[in-house]
């Protein structure tokens, strides 16, 4: 074996290295992803309950309160909920104050549905003590680490819409 094939031999064996330290960081990201939905699954859970929200309400809300006003149809496609469940859903939701249904003025059989801010606030307290610790962990790190950090969540979302889109096409709802 000449150096030169030793050398090689070398810079295979530390690329192989550097490649199975990367999966497993890799491995490592997505289990702490995994283990951060799960948290904030059972965080909902909890705001849900104290809220007296069914998971299904406090999820439709959180998207009227993102992206409303939206039509129920709007909302049940984005959900991947049947219209007439999303009925009753948007039917509990109003009758707890969360949301208003306003008819569209350009079209009377139209109705849009918009989060009642009013009712905000209570969800902001009942969040208040994980927005505080994110605020502590966030305050650790430099605005170029935030940046990284929020390009990454955002991708990870988008990521997700894409893959949920993908199973509604595939499950032909």
Not at 61 to 87: C, F, K, Y
Not at 131 to 143: F, P, Q, R, V
Not at 152 to 173: I, N, P, V
């Amino acid at each position: 074996m000449t150096a030169h094939d030793a050398d090689a031999d070398a810079q295979a064996e530390a690329d192989q290295q550097t490649r199975r330290v990367r999966r497993r960081r890799i491995a490592e990201t997505k289990q702490h992803l995994r283990n951060l939905r799960i948290e904030l699954a059972l965080l909902n859970n909890r705001v849900g309950a104290r809220a007296e929200l069914r998971i299904t309400d406090l999820d439709s809300l959180d998207i009227i309160v993102r992206d409303g006003p939206l039509s129920p149809t709007a909302l049940a496609r984005r959900t991947g909920v049947h219209l007439a469940t999303m009925t009753g859903i948007l039917d509990r939701l109003e009758k707890g104050g969360w949301i208003t249904r306003d008819r569209v003025e350009t079209d009377r059989r139209a109705v849009l549905v918009s989060a009642a801010p009013e009712r905000q606030r209570s969800l902001f307290e009942l969040y208040g003590g994980m927005n505080d610790s994110l605020d502590a962990i966030l305050d650790d790190y430099s605005d170029e680490q935030i940046d990284v950090i929020s390009g990454f969540l955002g991708r990870c979302a988008e990521a997700g819409q894409a893959a949920t889109r993908d199973l509604a096409k595939d499950g032909a709802e």
